[in-house]
C-alpha cells in the first residue's frame, strides 16, 4: 500500500520554548501551513516561561560546580512535561499519552545525530512533544525523569534549541503522507535511501553552452534510473565519502557500484 494511501490519525507535535514567538511565521509557511490547514497535524508551542517558579518565572540558574553560563532548571520542564501529560518513570501511565504512539525529544549539542531514518520515524507517531535546549543545558536529573531522546541536527552549538526543533519539525512534518503534493519525490531525497540524491536537471535544455545528460533526455526507464543511481553514488563519493564507508550502506552495493565508488573516491582524491 502506498503511503498515499495509509490510514493515519493527525500528528500532534508540540514544542516546549522560551521563545514560542520564533515559530508563529514558519508553522504559516508552506507545506507546513497547507497540512495544518488540511488537518494532516497540528502544532502547539509551549511557553516554558508559563510554569516558571516565582513572580519573575525564574525558568533558569548558574550550575553546581561553578563556571560560565545558565541550566534550565528541573522543576519548570518537569511541571510542564506533566501537565502536557507525560508520566515519570515508574508511575502509573496514562496508556492515551504516554504510549508508544508519542515521543519526547529534547535538542542538545550533546545528544545523537537526527539523521533522515529519524525523521521517517517520528513521522509515523501521533504525537511528538520537542523540548528547546538552553544555555549550558538542561539539569540532568530530567533524562532520569522521564523518557527523553537527546538529539542534534549537528555537530555545532546554537544559541537555543529553536532552529533545531524548527530543522526537525520541517523534516517529520513533509513525510506525513498528503503533505508533498507528489509523495515519490520524498523516496528520491538524498539519505532516504542512504546516500546523497543525483543531480537533478530541468528546462532549458541548453543554456550557456550546459547541456542535459543525455540519458535523462533518452527516455528509457532503466537506462535513467541507471544513470541516477550511479550519479548519486557519484555524489556521495564527492561529498560524503564517509556515508559510503559505513557498513549498513557498503553492504547494500553492487560489485559494479563499488568499483563506481572506489574509482570517483580516487578521482576526487588526486
Do not use: W
Amino acid at each position: 500500500m502506498s503511503a498515499q494511501n495509509l490510514q493515519v490519525k493527525r500528528l500532534k507535535i508540540e514544542i516546549v520554548t522560551l521563545f514560542p514567538e520564533y515559530f508563529t511565521g514558519l508553522i504559516r509557511q508552506s507545506i507546513i501551513g497547507r497540512g495544518i490547514d488540511a488537518g494532516l497535524f497540528e502544532i502547539k508551542t509551549i511557553d516554558l516561561r508559563d510554569y516558571g517558579i516565582g513572580k519573575h518565572r525564574q525558568v533558569d540558574d548558574t550550575p553546581f560546580g561553578g563556571g560560565g553560563g545558565m541550566t534550565l532548571m528541573l522543576e519548570p520542564l518537569t511541571n510542564c512535561l506533566i501537565d502536557l501529560g507525560y508520566q515519570p518513570k515508574g508511575e502509573d501511565r496514562d496508556s492515551a499519552k504516554n504510549d508508544s504512539k508519542s515521543r519526547l525529544i529534547l535538542t542538545s549539542a550533546a545528544g545523537k545525530r537526527f539523521t533522515q531514518d529519524k525523521a521517517v520515524e517520528f513521522s509515523l507517531f501521533e504525537r511528538v512533544t520537542i523540548i528547546c535546549g538552553h544555555y549550558l543545558g538542561v539539569d540532568e536529573r530530567l533524562l532520569d525523569i522521564f523518557e527523553i531522546e537527546e538529539l542534534t541536527i549537528g555537530d555545532f552549538v546554537l544559541t537555543g534549541g529553536e532552529p533545531a526543533a524548527a530543522t526537525m519539525l520541517d523534516a517529520i512534518c513533509r513525510l506525513r503522507p498528503g503533505a508533498l503534493g507528489n509523495f515519490s519525490s520524498a523516496l528520491s531525497d538524498s539519505h532516504q535511501e542512504g546516500i546523497l540524491g543525483p543531480p537533478v536537471y530541468t528546462r532549458p535544455e541548453t543554456f550557456r553552452g550546459l547541456t542535459i545528460p543525455e540519458e535523462l533526455l533518452s527516455g528509457h526507464h532503466e537506462k535513467i534510473s541507471r544513470f541516477r543511481r550511479e550519479s548519486a553514488l557519484k555524489k556521495t563519493a564527492e561529498m560524503r565519502p564517509d556515508i559510503l564507508s559505513r557498513p549498513e550502506i557498503a553492504q547494500e552495493l553492487s560489485d559494479k557500484e563499488r568499483e563506481v565508488f572506489a574509482r570517483d573516491t580516487q578521482e576526487n582524491k588526486a
